[in-house]
Structures are given as structure tokens and as C-alpha cells.
């Protein structure tokens, strides 16, 4: 399981780097993901990292101003959040890629663990 950590209360404009990692296990060969829910919504989409680190891809929201980042030898995933605003206020969840999947969705993902709550005061 993933376990999330460095979530807090921030003001907005502010930042803060969320950190992953795995108990027990490496993330292998995977491609790992940040998303986040607000109560009462759908788990958001956020970002993703190839295994390799060579490429990410993020939702138009926080493009350009959230960057992800893996350290393979560290068994960990970084999400750094600048320029945060209100509506990022959730709870973040880190996600490993299943097999044979390709896509963003919820359901290409598995290996959910507990999140960590990230709140934007105005």
C-alpha cells in the first residue's frame, strides 16, 4: 500500500510537496500518479510519472504550476504544489499504474493508501 504525507494548511499562493511512498515493496517498473477528491466528487486526476521519470502529464488545472517527480532509489513519488489556490483543497492520493493500462482514469490505477489533506486558505 501507498502511504501520502506532507499535506497541511497553507495560504493561497503558498506551497507544498507532497511525498509517497510504498511499505514494504519498490513501485518496479510503474507509472505513478497523484489525484485528489473533495467530499462529494469524483478522485481527480492530478499527474503522472512514466516509470522511468522521463515523462509527466498533468491536468490542465495545475499545469505549470504543480511539478511530479520520482526518485526510484528513494521508492518515492514527489507531487510540488506552487502557486497554490482555494480550489486545491483536497485530499491527495498517490496511485500506482495497473498493467496494461494507458490511460488517467481511477480505474487504470490501484495500490490506493491512505491520502493526505492539502487545504488552500483565500
Known amino acids: 500500500q501507498l502511504q501520502a504525507c506532507g499535506g497541511g494548511l497553507v495560504q493561497a499562493g503558498g506551497s507544498l510537496r507532497l ?11 510503474s507509472d505513478m500518479a497523484w489525484f485528489r477528491q473533495t467530499p462529494g466528487k ?3 486526476f492530478v499527474a503522472r510519472i512514466r516509470w522511468s521519470g522521463g515523462s509527466t502529464y498533468y491536468a490542465d488545472s495545475v499545469k505549470g504550476r504543480f511539478t511530479i517527480a520520482r526518485d526510484n532509489a528513494k521508492n518515492t513519488v514527489y507531487l510540488q504544489m506552487n502557486s497554490l489556490k482555494p480550489e486545491d483543497t483536497a485530499v ?3 496511485a500506482e499504474r495497473k498493467p496494461f ?11 490506493w493508501g491512505q491520502g493526505t489533506l492539502v ?3 483565500s
Open 92 to 94: 491527495y492520493y498517490c
Open 19 to 29: 511525498s509517497c511512498a510504498a511499505s514494504g515493496r519498490t513501485f518496479g517498473s
Open 42 to 44: 469524483e478522485r481527480q
Open 101 to 111: 493500462t494507458t490511460g488517467q482514469a481511477v480505474s487504470d490505477f490501484g495500490s
Open 119 to 121: 487545504t488552500v486558505s
